[in-house]
């Protein structure tokens, strides 16, 4: 980033002025057998202008010092972005993350008709989280090495939170509808499905809320009751 910095006359080390990378990080989720904190992350390229960034791949940090930072592994050495597991295009892994019986499971809900994002799941034993070859996707019948064949499970949205909740006695997806009002929500009896439709949690009126979640930490009641949060423009779509 101090190669692009504007130096005050409109000059830089390096061209564009003002252009930058950034990381974005997901919720993190507790790996107990590694007794560390996985955080699955966006590499994000940025150049001056409203909206003019773009992924450049992803991949999961571990943070094994709740005093110091998280680290990103190298995963090839010899690449453009050593740290990345995944490139940029390739599901975005890392929604709803949860590690059930030894088992890392999480969701990619990208692509879709432009609007909706269609929801796949993958999972991988959380000691090879770096090792693609480790991973498995559910294709519907079953978990398979081929992330091509992940079956669409639902259309969802590219934030979302997933928890288990006692007092539905399932699984329940949390997001809010591209460009709606609605926060909405799905359950399942596994997190292979099969889900239900979206049933109405909460509409924000005039708002267009988006990055809505269900915090677990905060629920009452064994999840009866649920505390939701959401972002919402003051000016235009994302301001």
Not at 21 to 43: C, T
Not at 45 to 74: H, K, M, Q
Request: with cysteine; charged share 20%; hydrophobic share 35%.
């Amino acid at each position: 980033n101090d190669a692009h910095r504007d130096q005050g006359d409109g000059s830089c080390d390096q061209q564009p002025c003002g252009a930058r990378w950034a990381v974005w990080p997901g919720e993190p989720v507790w790996d107990e057998e590694g007794e560390r904190a996985l955080i699955f992350y966006s590499l994000i390229y940025a150049e001056p202008g409203d909206f003019n960034f773009e992924s450049v791949g992803s991949s999961i940090a571990v943070w094994t010092d709740p005093d110091g930072l998280p680290e990103r592994p190298v995963i090839d050495a010899g690449a453009e972005h050593p740290d990345l597991l995944w490139a940029a295009g390739e599901p975005g892994w890392g929604l709803g993350t949860q590690v059930v019986d030894g088992m890392l499971y999480t969701f990619a809900c990208d692509g879709g008709d432009g609007v909706g994002h269609d929801c796949r799941l993958a999972r991988v034993e959380p000691a090879r989280i770096h090792e693609l070859a480790a991973w498995r996707y559910w294709d519907g019948k079953g978990w398979g090495s081929d992330a091509g064949d992940a079956e669409v499970l639902f259309p969802g949205a590219p934030i979302m939170s997933v928890a288990y909740n006692d007092h539905l006695g399932a699984w329940l997806a949390v997001y809010s509808t591209p460009f709606s009002s609605e926060i909405v929500g799905r359950t399942a009896p596994a997190l292979t499905g099969p889900w239900s439709r979206e049933g109405l949690l909460y509409d924000a009126g005039e708002d267009t809320p988006y990055d809505a979640v269900a915090h677990v930490e905060y629920e009452a009641e064994d999840g009866r009751v649920q505390y939701l949060s959401y972002s919402r423009p003051t000016t235009g779509w994302f301001g």
